[in-house]
Every structure is written in structure tokens, then in C-alpha cells.
């Protein structure tokens, strides 16, 4: 249920990364988006594989971001917990999710 909120965040960041105005907006969404997401990612950190779309939309969310707006993702809080959850979430074996990590 959290998977398409990240994504359509993806997508907002893609869309709207330029606009000035929407910046300030942009970092809410990702900050606020990018903790809950990285709660849940820990409380299955072992079982990471039962929730790959999860896996697959947070990291592409952290991708997106990286690529159109990397001074939110540089700035958040959640970067350092979601780089050490990067060495366990790299190992998910399904395609879409580890194509979104890497």
C-alpha cells in the first residue's frame, strides 16, 4: 500500500524537480515518504524478499530523486539508515527490485 505513494513521488520529482516553487514541496513529500518507508523496510529487514515492490519503489524513489533532485536526497535525514539498508536490500532476488537499488 505504501509502494504507490513512492512511486507517484518518483514521478512528481521527475515532473516538477525544476520548479522553484515546488522544491520546498518535493522535500516534505520525500522526507515524510522516505521515513515511513524506511521503518517499514526495517521491520522486514530480514525479510526483505516478502516485499520486493516495497524494496523496488523505495530505492527507485531514492533513484529518481538522486537523478532530478539530488540536494533533497544529499540533505535527508534518511540517507544514512537507507545506505546501510542498502547492503542487505541489494541481495533481493527479484529483477525490478534490485534494478532499482543499483
Aim: hydrophobic content about 45%; some cysteine.
Amino acid at each position: 500500500q505504501h509502494s504507490s505513494y513512492l512511486y507517484s513521488a518518483e514521478i512528481l520529482a521527475h515532473t516538477y524537480a525544476k520548479d522553484p516553487e515546488i522544491v520546498p514541496v518535493l522535500t516534505e513529500l520525500f522526507n515524510q515518504l522516505s521515513s515511513i518507508g524506511l521503518q517499514c523496510l526495517m521491520q522486514y529487514k530480514d525479510k526483505l524478499e516478502e516485499i520486493t515492490e516495497l524494496v523496488e519503489d523505495f530505492f527507485g524513489m531514492f533513484e529518481r530523486y538522486l537523478r532530478f533532485a539530488p540536494r533533497i536526497v544529499l540533505e535527508s535525514p534518511t540517507l544514512p539508515p537507507t545506505m546501510q539498508l542498502w547492503s542487505l536490500a541489494i541481495f533481493v532476488q527479484q529483477k525490478e527490485a534490485v534494478e532499482a537499488i543499483i
